[in-house]
């Protein structure tokens, strides 16, 4: 989407090195989600932001959204094999909770052993 | 345990025929779900909205009378592969509020 942009669109990295992705939107958000996915299965939920400057982290995915709410970025430290796979932002443009997602066009994390 | 579940998880079809796949909300109401496709190393994209009790709507270049959507009651949405064709062969999701279901891989001969 025109959008969202994510970048970069793939990444190699050696085991234990640390990793950024980012999403940027035209628009302000009401939330932005980061999912992983290995195509043709579902997709894991990471993490929402919501509010301008939030950080979260889980073990060692950290992802932020920046004070404008237009641009996200999720770093992975220390990153392992397991991390291997495709992460996604979903946008959220839209108020209420149906919650309609604008994805980004994925990034394909490859970790070397 | 899942939220949001996904009939068939995957199907191989002949071309020419129509293969429909459910989508369920099961813990909660949804007056509208989403449909998306993904193709391989491919993002997912959105092709339409399907609300309850109403015409679902669709994303610009989704035909309407290929993919019928049926959204016949609060917790089930239905996306019918009209006369599928090889190009139809996809990984399709469904998802409400933020919860997505597992997809489902369509594979047409």
Known sequence: SQELEQSPQSLIVQEGKNLTINCTSSKTLYGLYWYKQKYGEGLIFLMMLQKGG??????????????????????????????????LCGADFFSGSARQLTFGSGTQLTVLP | GAVVSQHPSWVICKSGTSVKIE??????????????????????????????????????????????????????????????????????????????????????L
């Open chain 1, 54 to 87: 939030e950080e979260k982290s889980h073990e060692k995915i950290t992802a932020k959204l920046d004070e404008k709410k237009q641009q996200s970025s999720l770093h992975i430290t220390a990153s392992q094999p397991s991390h291997a796979g495709i992460y």
């Open chain 2, 23 to 108: 989508c369920r909300s099961l813990d909660f109401q949804a007056t509208t779900m989403f449909w998306y496709r993904q193709f391989p190393k491919q993002s997912l994209m959105l092709m339409a909205t399907s609300n309850e009790g109403s015409k679902a709507t669709y994303e610009q270049g989704v035909e309407k009378d290929k993919f019928l959507i049926n959204h016949a009651s609060l917790t089930l949405s239905t996306l019918t592969v009209t006369s599928a064709h090889p190009e139809d062969s996809s990984f399709y999701i469904c998802s409400a509020r933020s919860y997505f279901g597992p997809g489902t891989r369509l594979l047409v």
